[in-house]
């Protein structure tokens, strides 16, 4: 109980230090929104052909968002050596990881909430439960691994360069799997035709956060 | 809180080193600070001090050795250590779009301080910032900012202290305060490790005294304080 109450208040500090600032979301909003018009010129042809590429375009925009908002993530832990000094509290470095990853979550949620509506309604697409439950969990899986590159970039030099660097490889395949899932849900496929892309999205978030969890108090220490 | 296991000893260093890729930091520190002893330690830029003190701290994990705080072992009750232990660096660790109030409400809740809104209000007194706990930290000077600091270092009540240059940012009259606050606060006696550059001040404040030099202890002296221009003689001998 006393773990998880340290766990959400590194949440709370989080989401608190983001209201006042709104740098996080803000900025992912605006890209995000950016991106999904810029593809709405850009793939103007029939409904056959946005159907295809939606699936794509939905999880370019969210990878390349997520990056923005990850390389965000560690870099206030960073401003007067916070780090060192959520380091120093009686928490484990495990604590501090579902609590940094918890905050991405939300912030990485957020964006998604305004940004699925607005891309179903400009591309003409059904958001359906399917979907919501591959973006979910794929977001999830997303920032499992992106708070603990995130962790590692922080202490590089050109740390906005390697958090992507690092990062992509790892979820190649997570992306690969919601870009084909997504594509199924959005033609009205059923649970069954679906199940398999869960299934590797699934396994992946499990895989990635136990990993993540334990890696990352390696990562953190100089 | 600290009160659940009493502290019989200080802090306790055997055989410490610490390098990184072909770095040697550390090498071979041996070191015993009785409990209520305020230690100093000296040395040039690069001896090892602050990643002796980050070692302490649990900030960084030592290459080889054995340390024990408070009869503690590092590397098994790294997080009984840490309840137990107040940092103040140059650097302050508070969040710069949060209150001083939330703030110290963060690290209460880190912490388990209980009556945790009782607990600020002495400890901001203490550092003279009762009237700016509500402001937010980038709004405050570095002098303020290192007070409060000082306050969130003391919050769970620590029964030792370790201080990195903690004189760095401070104003003329918060000097005294962290010196009075590391004295008198509850009349609680607590072990302090600082490293400093400020001799003569830490002079009257210490009764053990180190100078480190390229990873090792040159120098080490408990009991009575020699004189200033004693002390930088050996200084400069022993870190030529």
Sequence with gaps: MRFWRKVLAITWKDVLSEFRTREIIFSVL?????????????FGGGQNTI?????????????FAGVLSLNRSFIIEKEEGCLEGLMVCPVSREGIYLGKMLASLLFMLSVEV??????????????SF??????????????????????????????????????????????????????LALSGESWGEIASWLQIIGAFDAIFLVVSFWVFSYAIEE | MSDSIPLSSGVEVQELTKT??????????????????????????????????????????????????????????????????????????????????????FYSRMYDVAEARQRIHEVVNTVGMATRLND??????????????IARALLHKPDIML??????????????????????????????????????????????????????????????SPDLSTLRKVYEETTR
């Design chain 1, 114 to 127: 305004v940004a699925l509506p607005i891309f179903a309604i400009l591309f003409n697409l059904d958001i």
């Design chain 2, 20 to 105: 990184f890729g072909n770095n040697r930091a550390l090498r071979g520190i041996d070191l015993q600070v009785t409990y209520g002893d305020f230690l100093i330690i000296f040395g040039p830029n690069g001896a090892g001090k602050t990643t002796l003190l980050k070692i302490l701290a649990t900030i960084m994990k030592p290459s080889s050795g054995e340390v024990r705080i408070g009869g503690l072992d590092l590397k098994k009750d790294a997080e009984e250590i840490r309840r137990r232990v107040g940092v103040v660096t140059h650097q302050t660790f508070l969040y710069n779009n949060l209150t001083a109030r939330e703030n110290l409400e």
């Design chain 2, 163 to 224: 201080l990195d240059e903690p004189e760095t940012g401070l104003d003329q009259e918060a000097l005294p305060m962290l010196w009075q606050a590391l004295q008198n606060e509850e009349q609680k006696k607590r072990t302090v490790v600082m490293t400093t550059h400020n001799l003569e001040r830490s002079l009257e404040l210490g009764n053990h005294l180190v100078i480190l030099a390229k990873g090792k202890i040159v120098h080490e002296q408990t009991g009575i």
């Design chain 1, 130 to 183: 399917q979907l919501i439950v591959i973006t979910l969990l794929t977001t999830v899986g997303f920032v499992a691994v992106g708070v603990l590159f995130s962790a590692l970039a922080i202490n590089t030099k050109a740390r906005e360069m390697v958090l992507p660097l690092l990062f992509l490889p790892i979820v190649v395949p997570l992306i690969i799997a919601a870009v084909e899932g997504s594509g």
């Design chain 2, 136 to 149: 937010r930290v980038s709004t405050l000077s570095r002098g303020m900012q290192q007070r409060l600091s």
């Design chain 1, 30 to 42: 605006v890209f995000t929104l950016l991106v999904i018009v810029i593809f709405n010129f850009a």
């Design chain 1, 51 to 63: 159907q295809m590429v939606a699936p794509g375009m939905l999880w370019i925009t969210f990878t």
